[in-house]
Each structure stands twice: as structure tokens, then as C-alpha cells.
């Protein structure tokens, strides 16, 4: 098998072999390109201890070194140079408490996660794969590098990994990985929130995240997120859903497409493609905490929206998501069942109570919500849906003002015209706000002045 090195990678490798060092390309690069995928980063292990590295290259910078790892700058691009190495006892449940280096190729390979990510390639020798990481990538299998016990023993991230890599390559688990990772759910508990969260938003991006159910189904995300068990738990009796609160919001996390009608040429950005699938993962979060059934058995939940926007909160604080990603979610929950008109002054209304700028986002979420239903909900929904949106990019596309920010004036004129600083200035932009969202043609700077300075307080008697 031949793989295509990038220049600087084959540069890096041909100065250490030429120095009598060993050097190759290194786990994830080499399967991605195995799979005919660009990789994002080209790894370099090597024989050459770093100090070794560092004298070969005129720009290095020792990003790791306690563990191996020098980053060698090459074209204003850093590539890792990690020092073949063996690991120590894993006592913390993640990280080896030791790590000592070794000349040998093999023992570096053995530490490593899965046989997928424990090849090794240069153009010397070719394709070096000890642990028949080829054939499982032929299978479409995630298989342990030797005892799956303990390689997750070693490290208890190694699980999410597993059904990380299975939602992005639509891989299956192999049978002794998927085993040891329901017997060993439990030890996810060391992993730090922050490390769960990378891995989670990763399976939810991917193409697959319907694995998200396998994780469930090996009780880990009893640990790493009950509220989707919960979820799994609840069912919907209901004309409009056809499976429980969980199979419909991991239907809903697949529909909703990075690419999409509502998000303009080029789609969502990567950060709102992020928003949109944890908001259609926890958009009915609240649903088994908001669960009635009525006389007839039909099962209703009233108030979810609004509930689980304050569950969402709580979830995504614990897994330490940024704010912004925090307050975006929140929104999408908050607000994902509103019953849009395909009206102009219904639909400024919305946009001044829901916020413009959330729309694109919403609409979508709402599609794959909608989609994710029986019939007709399915069906009758997303036209309706699309008739708002005509609606919605015809108010864009004229200017017309939905909140302070577009209005044609602001505190400082209404103070110009006789306010005093304080509620009642807030009070009078707000209500000018309300007459130009029911009348937008209002929303000049002279008329909203002569409508302010007859409520100004200069113009009152006593």
C-alpha cells in the first residue's frame, strides 16, 4: 500500500533516517488516509529522543516534551514528533503516572488505543501493522489494541472514543470492545466533564449520531448523561410520535443538516452547526419531567419548552460547554415548539420576542423536529414551516425593525426631546419599538420624534 505523504512530513522523516533515527507517519493520519480521507494533522513517531529532534530542526517547539512530543515547524505548518515510548501504570484511571521512552517500534504501537490507530507508515518499509488494523478497517470494526480490559482500564476516555469513531466512520464495536466497555462504564466517572463533552458534540456532528442509543444500551450514558436515559424512558402515546422521547430526539439530532435551506448559501457555521445538534439531542429534555396523560390515555407534555431550557442549562454548565454555546441551546429549546404564523406582523412579533438572529437556527431545528414525527406532521409541518420562512426573509430582505437595535432612534434622542434618564425613557423606546414592529413604515427618526415628544414628560401639565 502506498500513501501520499505531504512534503513536510516526508522532509521530516527523510533528516531523521538519514541520521540513523527510525521515523513514520502515525496513527490517525495514516488511517484516514488509508480511507481515502484528508487527514486533519500528519503525526511523526520516532526512534530519536527529543532532545535528538530538536537538533536536527531549526524551529522546534517542546510542546510535550515530558512525554516525547516536539513540534516541528516546517512552512509555518507544526507537525508532532513524539519519541516511540511506553507507558506506566494508569492509577488515575487516564493518564500513565510514568513514561519511558523505548528504541522499539512494536512497543510504542501496543500502548496505543485501537488497531485502527496502531499503524505506522513510511516510504521506506511501507505499511508496518502489528495488530491487523488494515482488516478491521476492511471490516469497518473498532477493536482494541490487545486486552480491551485493559486498554480501558488504562484509560476510561478510550470508551467514548470507541463509540466516537464508530457515529464518524460507521464502524461497529467488536464484541470483547463493546463487552469490556459495558463492564467498565462506570470508571467514566474519572474523566473529566470537559474531556466527555469534546467527545459527546464529536459522535453528535458525525454522520451516525444514532450510536449515541448503543452507548445507552451499554449503560454509558447512565453515567456520563442520565437525562438521556430518562429520555429513552419516556414514552410518547400520541398521535403525532411513534417512538419514545429518546429514539425521536436522536431522529431529530440526524435530520438536522449542516446544510440547509434555512442556512443560507453556505450553510451553518461549524459553531452553529454545534448549536443545532445539541439543541435537537435536549430540545425535549424536559419531556419526562413535564409527562401527563389525559383521559383517553393520550400522553401530553405541556411546558417542556420552557423547562427544558432551564434542564439544558443545568447540563451543558456541568459539562462545561462555553457560554455562548450555553445561551444559544437554551434558546433553541426554550423556543423549538412555538406555533409560527406566516404573517408579517405575527412573524415580527415572534422575532422581536424570540430574537432575529436564533431564526435560521430555529427553523431548522423545527424542520427536523417536525420531520422526525408521524403523519401528517411530518409532511404538512416542514410546508408550513417554509411559507414562515418566505415570510421571515422578505422582513430581512426590506430592513424592517424587530428590536431596539434597528430602531430609527435611541435614548439619547429621546433625552434630546425632554426624557429623563431612567425607566420611563426605557418604557417609551419600548413602546416605540411595539408601534413600528405593527407598523414598520414608522420607523423614521422624525416621526417616532414626534410621537415620542407627545408623551414627554415637558409636554404634560400639571
Known amino acids: 500500500m502506498k500513501i501520499e505523504l505531504p ?18 507517519a502515525v496513527g490517525g ?25 530538536k ?32 507507558d506506566g501504570a494508569y492509577e488515575d484511571g487516564r493518564h500513565p503516572t510514568e513514561v519511558s521512552f523505548t528504541a522499539s517500534l512494536t512497543e510504542d504501537l501496543r500502548r496505543r488505543d485501537f488497531t485502527i490507530n496502531a499503524m505506522a507508515y513510511n516510504e521506506t518499509e511501507g505499511l508496518v501493522d502489528l495488530f491487523s488494523g488494515a482488516e478491521d478497517l476492511e471490516k469497518g470494526i473498532i477493536r482494541c489494541v490487545g486486552v480491551a480490559k485493559e486498554r480501558f482500564s488504562e484509560d476510561a476516555l478510550r470508551i467514548l472514543r470507541a463509540f466516537r469513531f464508530s457515529a464518524q466512520l460507521d464502524f ?10 459495558t463492564e467498565l462504564a462506570g470508571t467514566l466517572k474519572k474523566i473529566s466533564a470537559e474531556r466527555i463533552y469534546a467527545e459527546l458534540t464529536k459522535l453528535l456532528l458525525s454522520e451516525h449520531p444514532g450510536r449515541l442509543l448503543t452507548a445507552y444500551e451499554c449503560d454509558i450514558t ?34 438536522a443538516k449542516r446544510m440547509s435551506e434555512f442556512g443560507g448559501e453556505n450553510g451553518f457555521l461549524a459553531d452553529e452547526f454545534r448549536y443545532l445538534r445539541l439543541g435537537a439531542l435536549f430540545h425535549d429534555v424536559a419531556k419526562p419531567e413535564c409527562h401527563g396523560t389525559d383521559e383517553t390515555g393520550t400522553d401530553h407534555f405541556h411546558g417542556h419548552g420552557e423547562a427544558g431550557a432551564e434542564a439544558v442549562k443545568k447540563i451543558l454548565r456541568r459539562l462545561k460547554a462555553d457560554n455562548a454555546t450555553i445561551d ?48 401528517p406532521y411530518r409532511t404538512e409541518g416542514p410546508k408550513n414551516l417554509r411559507e414562515v420562512w418566505r415570510v421571515f426573509t422578505e422582513i430581512k430582505a426590506r430592513g424592517e425593525c424587530t428590536s431596539l ?8 434622542d429621546l433625552i434630546a426631546a425632554g426624557f429623563a434618564p431612567g425607566k ?36 404634560k401639565t400639571n
Not at 512534503?7 to 513514520?24: F, M, R, S, W
Not at 495514516?30 to 530519536?48: C, E, F, H, N
Not at 437595535?405 to 439619547?412: C, H, M, P, T, V
Open 424 to 459: 420611563e425613557l426605557g418604557e417609551e423606546l419600548n413602546r416605540l419599538l411595539l408601534l413600528v414592529i405593527e407598523e414598520p413604515e414608522k420607523n423614521v427618526k422624525e416621526i417616532l420624534l414626534k410621537e415620542a415628544t407627545q408623551k414627554s414628560p415637558s409636554n
Open 55 to 86: 537538533s536536527l530542526f531549526r524551529r522546534t517547539v517542546d510542546t510535550g516534551i515530558q512525554h516525547g512530543t516536539v513540534t516541528v515547524l516546517l512552512d509555518k505548518e507544526g507537525f508532532e514528533v513524539t519519541t516511540y515510548r511506553v
Open 172 to 181: 461497529s464495536i467488536e464484541e470483547e470492545t463493546l463487552s469490556a466497555a
Open 222 to 255: 447512565e453515567v456520563i448523561l442520565p437525562e438521556f436515559d430518562r429520555m429513552c424512558e419516556t414514552p410518547q402515546r400520541h398521535p403525532a410520535h411513534y417512538t419514545n422521547v429518546g429514539l425521536h430526539a436522536l431522529d431529530t439530532v440526524r435530520l
Open 328 to 375: 444559544t441551546v437554551s434558546r433553541l429549546v426554550r423556543w423549538h415548539d412555538y406555533p409560527f404564523v406566516p404573517e408579517e406582523r405575527p412573524l415580527r412579533r415572534a422575532m422581536n420576542k424570540i430574537g432575529g438572529d436564533l431564526f435560521p437556527l430555529l427553523f431548522e431545528l423545527r424542520r427536523a423536529d417536525l420531520v422526525a414525527h408521524a403523519e
Open 7 to 24: 512534503k513536510q512530513v516526508k522532509q521530516i522523516i527523510n533528516t531523521l533516517q538519514e541520521h540513523g533515527y527510525e521515523a513514520y
Open 29 to 53: 493520519c495514516v488511517r484516514d488516509a488509508m480511507l481515502g480521507k484528508q487527514p486533519q494533522d500528519w503525526d511523526i513517531t520516532t526512534s530519536a529522543l527529543p532532545k535528538q529532534v
Open 405 to 412: 437595535k434597528e430602531l430609527a432612534i435611541n435614548g439619547s
